[in-house]
Antibody, heavy 117, light 108 residues
Framework: EVQLVESGGGLVQPGGSLRLSCAAS????????MTWVRQAPGKGLEWVAN????????YFLDSVKGRFTISRDNAKNSLYLQMNSLRAEDTAVYYC??????????WGQGTLVTVSS | EIVLTQSPGTLSLSPGERATLSCRAS???????LAWYQQKPGQAPRLLIY???SRATGIPDRFSGSGSGTDFTLTISRLEPEDFAVYYC?????????FGQGTKVEIK
């Protein structure tokens, strides 16, 4: 059974940093693209970033470029999102997902990030 | 960036009725790179349809997708109680990946 479990969310002040993690199991993680998608409270879905199998390709939403970094550890079956210079508009539930040629076929349950003073 | 516009915003229907959801793209989505997701309150989205018309694993055949170019449709042939949810379309033709704003299917 495929499982994706996010962690690392919480309350952070504007300008602060947070690192999200996603633990994967039930599929061949090292062979899969992975993605992060977020959802602001009461709003729709917004793609944030994705990464290929060997970290050679990484793509970001324009509004997070230069502030967010995506990485992975294939030995630990883990995906990460380092978020710096956080803003109020980054407040959202962050989901990790498996990215199969652009289709997000498995999702975690999400972790809530709240940026507020 | 491809902008996806979903209509209607809310669809009020009764169990057993047919639901037709629309997703219109601001430019042609090549190779029918269009997916549909279902999201229930407090849950993660679930993939329903990819490639505009292919059902994902385990999705009942009352869900069907159609369309090409800039106009796509998700049809639920007979609504079951568990189908009342929010539905999103998503394009994966190019970056950034984008979603529509969602259509809520509610019980009438």
């Amino acid at each position: 059974e495929v499982q994706l479990v996010e962690s690392g969310g919480g309350l952070v002040q504007p300008g602060g940093s947070l690192r999200l993690s996603c633990a994967a199991s039930g599929f061949t993680f090292r062979s899969s693209w992975m993605t992060w998608v977020r959802q602001a409270p009461g709003k729709g879905l917004e793609w944030v970033a994705n990464i290929n199998q060997d970290e050679g390709e990484k793509y970001f939403l324009d509004s997070v470029k230069g502030r967010f970094t995506i990485s992975r550890d294939n030995a630990k079956n883990s995906l990460y999102l380092q978020m710096n210079s956080l803003r109020a508009e980054d407040t959202a539930v962050y989901y990790c997902g498996r990215d199969t040629r652009g289709v997000f076929d498995y999702w975690g349950q999400g972790t809530l990030v709240t940026v507020s003073s | 960036e491809i902008v996806l516009t979903q209509s209607p915003g809310t669809l009020s229907l009764s169990p057993g009725e047919r639901a037709t959801l629309s997703c219109r793209a601001s430019q042609s989505v090549r190779s029918r790179c269009l997916a549909w997701y279902q999201q229930k309150p407090g849950q993660a989205p679930r993939l329903l349809i990819y490639g505009a018309s292919s059902r994902a694993t385990g999705i009942p055949d009352r869900f069907s997708g159609s369309g090409s170019g800039t106009d796509f449709t998700l049809t639920i042939s007979r609504l079951e109680p568990e189908d009342f949810a929010v539905y999103y379309c998503q394009q994966y033709d190019n970056l950034p990946r984008t979603f529509g704003q969602g259509t809520k299917v509610e019980i009438k």
